[in-house]
């Protein structure tokens, strides 16, 4: 059987002066190219405010390291994890007539009030948990039950 060779690292960027990645030269360039416009338009002082600010800028979109991704990823990511709901609550067999889903007299809540409104035990989270593995074949313990565990 023919052996091949496996490419390991290969996540790591290339360098190409010193330790300079191609990424990391074509934002420096970049930067260095806003500072030379900046140094043709303003005068002394506000191209030297403008030109640090870009630097530092520049700086980091090149250089810093967001849990061992370039720091333009988490830009992205953050903007987004901006963009996006912060909580999403997953009904399964909604209705518009159930009030315990979040319908108030036709009014919708946020899904951050539903969540709030509802504290279960750790016992009454293992059996949801249960009854969501199980496709609803486990259909969980009755409320007379339910009751008298609480009452304990």
């Not at 390991?8 to 010193?18: A, N, P, S």
């Not at 416009?37 to 390291?65: E, M, N, P, R």
């Not at 709030?116 to 009854?131: F, W």
């Amino acid at each position: 059987m023919q052996q091949f060779i496996v490419p390991q690292f290969i996540d790591v960027e290339d360098k190409i002066i010193g330790p300079i990645t191609t990424r990391q030269f074509i934002v420096m360039l970049a930067g260095f190219l806003i500072i030379a416009v900046a140094y043709k338009l303003f005068d002394f002082s506000l191209f030297v405010t403008f030109g640090l600010l870009v630097l530092i800028i520049t700086g980091i979109f090149a250089f810093l390291k967001i849990n061992g991704r370039p720091f333009h990823y988490f830009v992205l990511n953050l903007l987004q994890t901006f963009k996006r709901p912060k909580l999403r609550v997953w009904h399964n067999g909604y209705s518009l007539s159930d009030d315990d889903y979040g319908i108030e007299e036709g009014h919708f809540r946020p899904a951050a009030q539903v969540a709030s409104d509802k504290h279960y035990t750790a016992s009454r989270l293992a059996e949801l948990s249960l009854i969501v593995d199980t496709k609803g074949a486990y259909q969980g313990e009755s409320e007379e039950t339910n009751i008298k565990n609480v009452q304990r």
